[in-house]
T-cell receptor
Framework: DTAVSQTPKYLVTQMGNDKSIKCEQN?????MYWYKQDSKKFLKIMFS???????INETVPNRFSPKSPDKAHLNLHINSLELGDSAVYFC??????????FGPGTRLLVL | GENVEQHPSTLSVQEGDSAVIKCTYS??????FPWYKQELGKGPQLIID?????GEKKDQRIAVTLNKTAKHFSLHITETQPEDSAVYFC???????????FGRGTSLIVHP
C-alpha cells in the first residue's frame, strides 16, 4: 500500500517534446508538492497545492504547469523539454504545514 | 527567509563508528526540524524530527539534538552499519510556513 506514488519512474525523451508526470497520495493529505533534485542532490521546491489551490509557485519556467484534479493527485506537465530539465522530480504530500512525505521520484533524462 | 547550512557534505566512517551531521539555521521563528534519509534511487524518507520545545530526541541508534540559542541542530547515528549509507538532509520550518528549508545534504558512507 504505497503512500505517495509517481509514474513513470524513468522518463527518457528528446529535446522539444512535451511530457507529463503523475503523482497520487493515499494518506488523506490536503497539500501536495513538486520538488526538483539536481545532480548535486539539492532539493528545490517548484510548486505546492493546498486543497487544489496553488499556494507556492517558485521561479520556474512557464513551460512547467502543475495540475491538481483533486486533493489526492498532483500532475506536472512540461512543454518543450530542454537538456537542463534533466533531473529527478519528487512529489510530496502533507497535512497543511505539517511533515512532508515524499514519493519515489521520476528520473527524467532529456537527450 | 530561512537559510539552512549543513556540514559535512561527505562523511566516511567505519562500520560500528558514530556519525554526526550538523546543521545551522537563521530564522529564530523556526520551530520544527525534520531529518530525511535518501537511499540510492529512492525518495527522501523521514527518519526523525524534533520540535523547538524539546532539546533531544532518540529513536534506537539515531538521535537529534537542538540548541535554540545557538540555532543549530545535529543528527547522531551510533553503531553505524553499511545500510546507513545514504544522503541525509536536515530541514527547518516555522509554524506559519507551508514548506521547510532543506540543507544541501550529507553523503554518509559506512565502510564494512
Amino acid at each position: 500500500d504505497t503512500a505517495v506514488s509517481q509514474t513513470p519512474k524513468y522518463l527518457v525523451t528528446q529535446m522539444g517534446n512535451d511530457k507529463s508526470i503523475k503523482c497520487e497520495q493515499n494518506l488523506g493529505h490536503d497539500t501536495m508538492y513538486w520538488y526538483k533534485q539536481d545532480s548535486k542532490k539539492f532539493l528545490k521546491i517548484m510548486f505546492s497545492y493546498n486543497n487544489k489551490e496553488l499556494i507556492i509557485n517558485e521561479t520556474v519556467p512557464n513551460r512547467f504547469s502543475p495540475k491538481s484534479p483533486d486533493k489526492a493527485h498532483l500532475n506536472l506537465h512540461i512543454n518543450s523539454l530542454e537538456l537542463g530539465d534533466s533531473a529527478v522530480y519528487f512529489c510530496a504530500s502533507s497535512h497543511t504545514k505539517e511533515t512532508q512525505y515524499f514519493g519515489p521520484g521520476t528520473r527524467l533524462l532529456v537527450l | 527567509g530561512e537559510n539552512v547550512e549543513q556540514h559535512p557534505s561527505t562523511l566516511s566512517v567505519q562500520e560500528g563508528d558514530s556519525a554526526v551531521i550538523k546543521c545551522t539555521y537563521s530564522d529564530s521563528a523556526s520551530n520544527y526540524f525534520p531529518w530525511y534519509k535518501q537511499e540510492l534511487g529512492k525518495g527522501p524518507q523521514l527518519i526523525i524530527d524534533i520540535r523547538s520545545n524539546v532539546g533531544e530526541k532518540k529513536d534506537q541508534r539515531i538521535a537529534v539534538t537542538l540548541n535554540k540559542t545557538a540555532k543549530h541542530f545535529s543528527l547522531h547515528i551510533t553503531e553505524t552499519q553499511p545500510e546507513d549509507s545514504a544522503v541525509y538532509f536536515c530541514a527547518a520550518k516555522g509554524g506559519g510556513s507551508y514548506i521547510p528549508t532543506f540543507g544541501r545534504g550529507t553523503s554518509l558512507i559506512v565502510h564494512p
